[in-house]
């Protein structure tokens, strides 16, 4: 597709439970980034990706939370043991350049019970 | 962490009015971006402006940069109820790479 595909949309997870987002970006995009938006605020960065090599991952809350991009495209952020302080909106965004306009996903929405 | 901080939090106009938002950043930074973002959705950018460029227009859009501040607005005229959404400011800032921070948002209603 032409934009930014994120999977699964919806994803509900029993606390303690591993869970993975993947995303695709729009193709050739060379950045990506990964935030986390909780109800009525504004998104959290969490990491970001230059091609393959992860730039900064100061954002990321505890080392339960692991992004990897291996190949420079796909990008996967993993939870482990899920928390329910990890319920939110996990969104993938990417940008041709490494200052410019961000193309987001929908997102995917984890919910943690 | 979020660096910038939108005001109002939220507000409420009548259509054809205009609405004005603002962002106020902490650091230095390359760029500004102003974002959309209609409810569940994911967020559509709006308008870049550079560091170095004071005002910027695209259609019902206009945003000021002051740099000196670390300040920026969004002036949206003639508004519509197809505006209502939640806007937010993003920096754009040099860590070593560019990495794009967002502020909490200002929410819209516009009432037809």
């Known amino acids: 597709g032409a934009g930014v595909s994120q999977s699964p949309r919806y994803k509900v997870a029993k606390r303690g439970q591993d869970v993975a987002l993947r995303c695709d970006p729009i193709?050739?995009?060379?950045?990506l980034f990964w935030y986390q938006q909780a109800l009525g605020q504004g998104p959290e960065f969490l990491t970001y990706?230059?091609?393959?090599?992860?730039?900064?991952k100061s954002g990321l809350p505890s080392d339960r939370f692991f992004a990897e991009r291996p190949e420079g495209s796909v990008s996967t952020l993993k939870i482990q043991r899920t928390q329910q302080e990890d319920s939110a909106v996990y969104l993938c965004?990417?940008?041709?350049?490494?200052?410019?306009?961000?193309?987001f996903g929908e997102g995917s929405r984890l919910t943690v019970l | 962490s979020q660096q910038g901080e939108e005001d109002p939090q939220a507000l409420s106009i009548q259509e054809g009015e205009n609405a004005t938002m603002n962002c106020s950043y902490k650091?230095?930074?390359?760029?500004l971006q102003w974002y959309r973002q209609n409810s569940g959705r994911g967020l559509v950018h709006l308008i870049l402006?550079?560091?170095?460029?004071r005002e910027k227009h695209s259609g019902r859009l206009r945003v000021t940069l002051d740099t000196s501040k670390k300040s920026s607005s969004l002036l949206i005229t003639a508004s519509r109820a197809a505006d209502t959404a939640s806007y937010f400011c993003?920096?754009?800032?040099?860590?070593?790479?560019?990495?794009?921070?967002f502020g909490a948002g200002t929410r819209l209603f516009v009432k037809a």
């Open positions: 993003a920096t754009v800032v040099d860590t070593g790479g560019f990495k794009t921070i």
């Open positions: 990706f230059q091609n393959e090599a992860q730039l900064d």
């Open positions: 965004a990417s940008s041709f350049g490494v200052a410019g306009e961000l193309f």
């Open positions: 402006i550079r560091s170095n460029e």
């Open positions: 650091t230095s930074i390359n760029n």
């Open positions: 193709s050739g995009h060379v950045s």
